[in-house]
């Protein structure tokens, strides 16, 4: 009998067995992972901000030989002084990421600048050889009207945000103006404006908010050099004679900007609970 009653409860877990294994399973949902932003892809952007120029600015005077510091030259202090206004611009750029988190690239822009400053003498001048030119006036300065910059690009990612620095050569356009009258007599008048490359080096950071939106803020130092504009005298009473001013042209610049990345950006994620069962 025992042995008759365990057969017929072993024929009863097979069968419940197989009945649970034809039923059909819960379904699960899906976990649904968030794609990574990556900074890959091309940009454009605009930007604003300010700007300061620095300029170092020490007279110059030269003999008819082309002696620096002949009797006859005016000597003036050198001055330092800075100026400062506002710049707007617009930029483009390529930016590679890596799995690491490493992030390369470069980028280009160009920005309006209303940068300038002037300076001016006014007094008893005396000379290299112990004279002196009484009711004398000197008026220096130079004025940056545009700056690109040609950058590289090297920061490290996270998620959405990105540090880098970057580096590269600058050109902007510069004019110097310098006069020089000496005891009454307007002598020298220099003017001269050119195209002029230099470096630029900096840093800033950028956040992603929206699939294709980001908003950054840049710090920039540019030195575009120095160079030196002389004038022959307007009459004849330093003949051979040369005057004028060297002045050096840098600064800083201080960037807000928003960048538009092309591409398909950041998918959108489905709602919570939208994922169907798994097949």
């Given at each position: 009998?025992?042995?008759?009653?365990?057969?017929?409860?072993?024929?009863v877990?097979?069968?419940?067995t197989?009945?649970?294994?034809?039923?059909?399973?819960?379904?699960k949902?899906?976990?649904?992972?968030?794609?990574?932003?990556?900074?890959?892809?091309?940009?454009?952007?605009?930007f604003a901000?300010?700007?300061?120029l620095?300029?170092?600015?020490?007279?110059?005077?030269?003999g008819?030989?082309?002696?620096?510091?002949?009797?006859s030259?005016?000597?003036?202090?050198?001055?330092?002084?800075?100026?400062?206004?506002?710049?707007?611009?617009?930029?483009?750029?390529?930016?590679w990421?890596?799995e690491?988190?490493?992030?390369?690239?470069?980028?280009?822009?160009?920005?309006?600048?209303?940068?300038?400053?002037?300076?001016?003498?006014?007094?008893?001048?005396?000379?290299?050889?112990?004279?002196?030119?009484?009711?004398?006036?000197?008026?220096?300065?130079q004025?940056?009207?545009?700056?690109?910059?040609?950058?590289?690009?090297?920061?490290?990612?996270?998620?959405?945000?990105?540090?880098?620095?970057?580096?590269?050569?600058?050109?902007?356009?510069?004019?110097?103006?310098?006069?020089?009258t000496?005891?009454?007599?307007?002598?020298?008048?220099?003017?001269?404006?050119?195209?002029?490359?230099?470096?630029?080096?900096?840093?800033?950071?950028?956040?992603?908010f929206?699939?294709?939106?980001?908003?950054?803020?840049?710090?920039?130092?540019?030195?575009?050099?120095?160079?030196?504009?002389?004038?022959?005298?307007?009459?004849?009473?330093?003949?051979?004679?040369?005057?004028?001013?060297?002045?050096?042209?840098?600064?800083?610049?201080?960037?807000?900007?928003?960048?538009?990345?092309?591409?398909?950006?950041?998918?959108?994620?489905?709602?919570?609970?939208?994922?169907?069962?798994?097949?």
């Amino acid at each position: 009998m025992h042995r008759t009653l365990g057969s017929g409860l072993l024929l009863v877990l097979l069968s419940q067995t197989a009945v649970a294994a034809d039923l059909p399973r819960a379904a699960k949902p899906d976990r649904v992972v968030p794609p990574l932003f990556t900074w890959t892809g091309a940009y454009a952007g605009l930007f604003a901000g300010y700007g300061a120029l620095d300029r170092a600015t020490q007279f110059v005077c030269t003999g008819p030989g082309g002696q620096p510091g002949a009797r006859s030259c005016p000597i003036l202090p050198g001055k330092q002084a800075s100026d400062d206004g506002f710049v707007a611009g617009g930029e483009l750029g390529y930016t590679w990421q890596l799995e690491s988190g490493l992030v390369a690239g470069g980028a280009a822009d160009y920005q309006f600048t209303r940068l300038w400053g002037y300076d001016r003498w006014r007094g008893t001048f005396p000379t290299e050889g112990g004279g002196r030119y009484p009711r004398s006036v000197a008026h220096s300065g130079q004025r940056l009207d545009d700056l690109t910059t040609l950058r590289g690009k090297v920061g490290f990612a996270v998620d959405r945000t990105l540090v880098y620095a970057t580096g590269g050569l600058a050109m902007g356009n510069v004019r110097i103006d310098n006069n020089l009258t000496l005891s009454g007599f307007p002598l020298f008048d220099g003017r001269h404006g050119e195209m002029r490359l230099g470096y630029v080096a900096g840093a800033g950071i950028e956040h992603a908010f929206s699939e294709h939106l980001s908003v950054k803020v840049e710090g920039l130092y540019y030195d575009l050099g120095s160079r030196a504009v002389l004038a022959a005298p307007s009459y004849p009473l330093l003949t051979g004679y040369r005057a004028g001013t060297r002045i050096a042209t840098d600064g800083f610049l201080t960037r807000v900007g928003l960048n538009y990345r092309f591409g398909a950006g950041l998918p959108d994620l489905p709602p919570a609970g939208a994922a169907g069962p798994a097949t």
